[in-house]
């Protein structure tokens, strides 16, 4: 790691020295060093597949490092993107945990007061139990509990089972708990990913106040400028090792990193260069010196091997020269290369690709006398609060929800590319095994279309057209892929018709920065109409020029 964030004086919470870690035939984490002191707040990015979510494992205890040691201090509070659920745990489960450790805060002040010798009691202990139970503000712990569910749009009530909550209700109940704790060491796995507005708005406010240590997985460009004071880019930088930047802004970041790559791939590009001029002198002598094993009469082939030999030796000494310092420069990560999408079917007659009327679905969305039309090439930005009902929208919009109220239009020959806001590769098991390549569930993707009537065989495209997945990750089982590699895959089989819609549910969900900036960018440029619905702040930012349908809530 060639820079070291500025860290305030105090016990660090936490020290990772040379940790490798590694899964079967692939390794992730090779001799990675990080500390974090009180008030560190360190943003973890890199391209999906870097090993962002398996390093806060690592720091977490989940994973047991191969190489190197990872040592905490203090109390440790951690939400990770895939969360184990017990079979009879309820919301009520976690908040009395929460609970438990700022009442054991109060017992042991009230513990060491009462045992307390005014003649000669140990003073240090007594300040140390002070500290921690105003530390914890334990006497306020039901309230934050209680106000972090409120904020985040969690669900409340004690007896509802965690299992059957959806995925973003338990990680909102899940990081309200760990917010109101106050833990030392707060380890966090894209946690704007299910918060709409005000829930972020809440997680800035909590975290930039956060007296401890803060490790925070995201793709959120905005929490990254408004909360970090350092970001850890886990994609290797031209020695291989991955580089904390103490540029607290997204894009000072970006412009750093940039740099770093322009320096590298022009130090790769010098190098290859000389090594092509080197070869062809090497070549040119061994070929001189193949020549003077027949001199032509009344020559001097004695002088003239000598001096070929002497030329060889000489180039092949530079050609040692040059591989003793050459930089190994790995692939880099693939480029996003969104395909040139159509903007209207065969016979296209005119009028609205796809069309809503008055849509109600019965309580989750009710648009009386409202139209959701999406023409030709056109965009569609759609907001509104956890529950107002954008994904209901979204998934009536290209037929996959029935109406109660309303009706739905497709003009002919129209083709819907969905990205869900959980897609089916984020549904796949996560423990290695065997199973599909991502490959293998392309095709048959692919097939179903075909036999569906969705997919003309002349304008489907190929996955690894894409960018999205490498050659390596297409042959490796879909269980086997990161999160957020399934979320590329989940795009990419949005993209796989060619369609003339796209509908994307919080499309920059689990994805890295660099892929969020290029998708983007592509949106932006597509000859496809597009309609998406995101909280992303960034996002929304860089398309407030679309109209906007905000569902309140």
Request: charged share 25%; aromatic share 4%.
């Amino acid at each position: 790691m060639s820079e070291q964030a500025a860290r305030r004086p105090g016990d660090v919470q936490l020290v990772a020295e040379a940790v490798t870690f590694g899964y079967p035939g692939r390794s992730v984490l090779d001799r990675l060093d990080l500390t974090v002191s009180p008030g560190d707040r360190i943003g973890l990015v890199g391209e999906n597949g870097a090993g962002k979510t398996t390093l806060l494992g690592v720091l977490a205890g989940r994973l047991h490092p191969q190489g190197g040691t990872v040592r905490r201090h203090g109390t440790l509070a951690v939400v990770e993107q895939d969360l184990a659920v017990g079979e009879g745990d309820t919301i009520g489960t976690l908040v009395d945990a929460t609970s438990a450790a700022t009442r054991a805060a109060a017992a042991d002040l009230q513990a060491v007061i009462d045992c307390f010798d005014h003649d000669g009691g140990d003073v240090g202990a007594l300040s140390a139990a002070i500290a921690r139970y105003e530390q914890l503000s334990a006497w306020d712990v039901d309230r934050r509990v209680d106000e972090g569910l409120s904020r985040l749009q969690a669900p409340r009530d004690r007896e509802r089972r965690l299992a059957e909550l959806s995925v973003g209700e338990r990680y909102r109940v899940r990081l309200a708990c760990r917010l109101a704790e106050r833990a030392d060491l707060l380890l966090l796995d894209e946690p704007t990913n299910h918060l709409d507005a005000g829930g972020v708005e809440h997680l800035t406010a909590q975290l930039r106040e956060w007296t401890g240590g803060v490790v925070i997985v995201t793709h959120d460009r905005r929490l990254l400028d408004d909360v970090m004071t350092a970001i850890l880019d886990m994609d290797p930088a031209m020695d291989g090792r991955p580089v904390l930047y103490g540029a607290a802004r997204y894009a000072d970041y970006r412009f750093a990193r940039d740099q770093m790559l322009r320096r590298w791939r022009a130090r790769y590009r010098a190098e290859r260069k000389r090594a092509r001029v080197l070869a062809q002198r090497l070549d040119a002598s061994y070929e001189g010196l193949s020549d003077e094993w027949r001199p032509p009469k009344g020559s001097q082939p004695h002088r003239r091997a000598t001096r070929a030999r002497q030329h060889v030796k000489a180039a092949d000494r530079l050609i040692e020269r040059l591989e003793a310092q050459a930089v190994e420069v790995p692939l880099p990560p693939p480029a996003l290369r969104f395909p040139d999408l159509p903007s209207v079917p065969p016979g296209y007659a005119g009028g609205a690709l796809l069309e809503l009327r008055a849509p109600r679905v019965a309580g989750r969305l009710d648009l009386p006398g409202r139209r959701v039309e999406v023409m030709p090439a056109s965009r569609l930005l759609v907001t509104g609060a956890n529950g107002a009902g954008k994904s209901t929208l979204l998934a009536a919009l290209v037929g996959a929800l029935g109406l109660d109220r309303g009706a739905r239009t497709v003009a002919p020959g129209v083709r819907c590319g969905v990205l869900a806001q959980e897609g089916p590769g984020e549904h796949v098991p996560t423990p290695r095994g065997d199973g599909p390549t991502a490959f293998d569930a392309y095709a048959r993707h692919a097939l179903d279309l075909l036999e569906a009537g969705a997919l003309d065989p002349d304008a489907l495209v190929p996955v690894a057209a894409l960018g999205l997945l490498t050659e390596a990750d297409l042959e490796r089982p879909l269980r086997e892929l990161s999160i957020g590699q399934r979320r590329r895959f989940d795009l990419a089989r949005a993209l796989l018709a060619a369609p003339h819609v796209l509908v994307l549910d919080e499309p920059t969900n689990h994805l890295s920065v660099g892929l969020v900036d290029e998708l983007t960018a592509a949106l932006r440029a597509t000859s496809a109409a597009v309609v998406v619905a995101t909280h992303d702040r960034q996002l929304r930012a860089d398309l407030a020029d679309w109209p906007h349908l905000d569902l309140g809530g």
